[in-house]
């Protein structure tokens, strides 16, 4: 969905460094949501906020950090990269008003790999 | 707990039959279910939903879903695939009763379909 953008779109780095991945929408959505894939394990989810003064942890946070900096932006980051964490990771948004039918929708994706 | 389960890694199909794709879901109350497909190098695309009513759900580029309480399924249909129907497919649920689930969708693992020519 073109109204939620990800950057960047690839990236490789090396373990230990800190990454940031940046996701922005302009659908006006409350709720923004990250996502990583792995084949084989579908989506799973790593963190959640529901506005800007909301964060929650997914099921998978352990070694990753958010920060909602405004309603539009969500940014994920790895503090110190390991190499489990290369995947492709997803944004996503859903709106306030069909939220009890979560209707989300998805960036183009962000694939990480962690030399 | 919620759980969603896409029993084939895989389904091929030769293009003009019928395509299915199967998935099986476990909530505690009435479930909302969702399809999403993913093309190659892009994001996941919303492709229907259920919610109540109507247990046979229409949705984008021809597909539908039929949602069988008894069998606790939700199965994707499409009567004459295509070839521009491969895709990776993602089933959701999410319990709307349970307050621990807010906002959070379930996905299972995906299935892989493979249209020939």
């Known amino acids: 969905d073109a109204d939620v953008t990800q950057t960047p779109r690839n990236r490789i780095t090396k373990t230990g460094k800190r990454i940031m991945l940046e996701c922005s929408q302009t659908?006006?959505?409350?709720?923004m949501y990250w996502y990583r894939q792995d084949p084989g394990l579908g989506l799973r989810l790593i963190y959640y906020?529901?506005?800007?003064?909301?964060?929650n942890k997914g099921e998978i946070s352990d070694g990753y950090s958010v920060s909602r900096q405004a309603q539009a932006k969500f940014s994920l980051s790895l503090e110190s990269a390991i190499p489990n964490q290369t995947a492709l990771y997803f944004c996503?948004?859903?709106?306030?008003?069909?939220?009890?039918?979560?209707?989300?929708?998805f960036g183009p994706g962000t694939r990480l790999t962690v030399l | 707990a919620q759980s969603v389960a896409q029993p084939e890694d895989q389904v091929n199909v030769a293009e003009g039959n019928p395509l299915t794709v199967k998935c099986t879901y476990s909530v505690s109350g009435n479930p909302y279910l969702f399809w999403y497909v993913q093309y190659p190098n892009r994001g996941l695309q919303f492709l229907l939903k259920?919610?109540?009513?109507?247990?046979l759900v229409k949705g984008s580029y021809g597909f539908e879903a039929e949602f069988n309480k008894s069998q606790t399924s939700f199965h994707l249909k499409k009567p004459s695939a295509l070839v521009s129907d491969s895709a990776l497919y993602f089933c959701?649920?999410?319990?709307?009763?349970?307050?621990?689930?807010?906002?959070?969708?379930?996905f299972g693992a995906g299935t892989q379909v493979v249209v020939t020519p």
């Open positions: 659908k006006g959505h409350d709720r």
């Open positions: 959701a649920v999410r319990d709307p009763y349970s307050t621990d689930s807010w906002g959070k969708l379930q």
């Open positions: 906020s529901f506005d800007v003064k909301d964060i």
């Open positions: 259920y919610i109540t009513g109507d247990n």
């Open positions: 996503a948004t859903s709106d306030l008003k069909t939220f009890s039918t979560d209707t989300q929708y």
